[in-house]
């Protein structure tokens, strides 16, 4: 089963940048679609960004499109999420995830296993 461990998070002003990281155990990363999530407190888990097994293709939520870009290298085993023009409504505890089944379309990509998160201040 794949581990995952996330790094990177930490507190930033407003329009500011992180890059998160998430290093992946096993030999099988690079057949499976990856995603992050965020959980800010007192709300639900919600979707952030994804990306197809072979990096090929990229989903994002409507509120990160054109600030997050999501990239996966499949030599180091890690996918990364850049986010960049930062807002306060961005902060949240952070999760990498990988798909629950392999080598499927990103279409249908839906998070099996989780890292631990990081935490992502953005301050006004």
């Known amino acids: 089963q794949v581990q995952l461990v996330e790094s990177g998070g930490g507190l930033v002003q407003a329009g500011g940048s992180l890059r998160l990281s998430c290093a992946a155990s096993?030999?099988?990363?690079?057949?499976?679609?990856m995603g992050w999530a965020r959980q800010a407190p007192g709300k639900e888990r919600e979707f952030v960004a994804a990306?197809?097994?072979?990096?090929?293709?990229?989903r994002y939520t409507d509120s990160v499109k054109g600030r997050f870009t999501i990239s996966k290298d499949n030599a180091k085993n890690t996918v990364y999420l850049q986010m960049n023009s930062l807002k306060p409504e961005d902060t949240a505890v952070y999760y990498c995830?990988?798909?629950?089944?392999?080598?499927?379309?990103?279409?249908?990509?839906?998070?099996?296993?989780w890292g631990q998160g990081t935490q992502v201040t953005v301050s006004s």
């Open positions: 096993g030999p099988t990363f690079s057949n499976y679609n």
């Open positions: 990306i197809s097994w072979s990096a090929g293709r990229t």
């Open positions: 995830a990988v798909d629950s089944h392999s080598r499927r379309p990103i279409e249908f990509y839906s998070a099996g296993s």
